[in-house]
């Protein structure tokens, strides 16, 4: 069981072991440096250090621009790949938010650590602090360094996963359902064109009676345009729109999980869904 458990968690986070050895690696180059500060392992000629440290930023500077040139282009073009399929929102929107969260924190990287190999640039040696808090200060701004060097790499790692959709719909639907009973997919799938039939009738019935139909939005599939009219309009509660939109991420991310399965309990929530709306014709 806890064999399985660690397969399908290996499985849903694909860079865990190797983010795992990362951190050790880094916690063992952390307690050297460390040492380094109070049992000097090494000596440090200044020009050497200003060379290296200027070398750094500007090698991370470049490197952080060209990665972040390539993911604003890159995240334009899969933007649009929801719009050619409604099924892909979700898992879109969900991973860019991701991105946009990795990218910030990579510019907050490279902006900490830009400061302080600059500031070794500009100040070298001449410095009031103690010469222990100084070889922190180097060994420090080194070893930020080289994290952020490999969280860019992770970065485009992960943006270029073929991958990257169904894992996250794997994620996303674990997320929307805890429960391990497996249900009928096929019923599933069934009662959810019922729902959406539905849907799709009661919004006609309003925009039929309405002067004014409200605007469209091009990045935003008809089925969830179509909610937020109902919604807006009082034909459905905010109870019943949370039901429908959990179904419609549900059935969406069910379309590319790697497993094409449901639960039981998003079957049955659908099987009430469609009985509430039948009740409003």
């Not at 849903?12 to 050895?21: C, H, K, Q």
């Not at 919604?231 to 419609?248: E, F, S, V």
Request: hydrophobic share 45%; with cysteine.
């Amino acid at each position: 069981m806890r064999r399985e458990k660690a397969r399908r968690t290996i499985h849903r986070y694909p860079y865990l072991i190797g983010l795992i050895s990362f951190a050790v690696l880094v916690g063992i180059v952390q307690i050297l440096v460390i040492l380094d500060c109070i049992f000097p392992l090494m000596r440090y000629d200044t020009d050497a250090v200003s060379s290296v440290m200027s070398t750094c930023s500007e090698v991370l500077a470049g490197l952080y621009g060209i990665t972040l040139t390539g993911y604003i282009f890159f995240a334009d073009r899969f933007k649009d790949t929801s719009e050619n399929d409604d099924s892909l929102y979700d898992a879109v929107q969900a991973l860019l938010v991701r991105y946009n969260h990795m990218a910030g924190f990579i510019s907050l990287m490279c902006l900490v650590c830009i400061v302080l190999a600059e500031g070794i640039v500009l100040y070298g040696t001449n410095t009031l602090l103690p010469v222990g808090l100084h070889r922190l200060w180097i060994n420090e701004t080194l070893l930020l360094c080289f994290c952020t060097f490999d969280l860019i790499l992770y970065f485009v790692i992960s943006v270029l996963d073929p991958h990257k959709v169904g894992r996250i719909s794997s994620q996303k639907k674990a997320a929307i359902s805890s429960d391990n009973t497996v249900g009928n997919a096929e019923e599933f799938m069934a009662v959810w064109d019922e729902i959406e039939n539905n849907l799709y009738t009661l919004r006609d019935e309003l925009i039929s009676k309405m002067r004014f139909v409200p605007g469209a939005n091009r990045r935003k599939p008809q089925l969830v345009q179509t909610l937020e009219i109902l919604r807006n309009y009082g034909r459905i509660n905010m109870n019943l729109w949370r039901k429908l939109d959990k179904l419609r991420q549900y059935h969406n991310l069910s379309l590319h999980d790697v497993n094409m399965a449901v639960t039981q309990e998003m079957c049955d929530l659908a099987k009430n869904v469609l009985t509430e709306l039948e009740n409003k014709k």
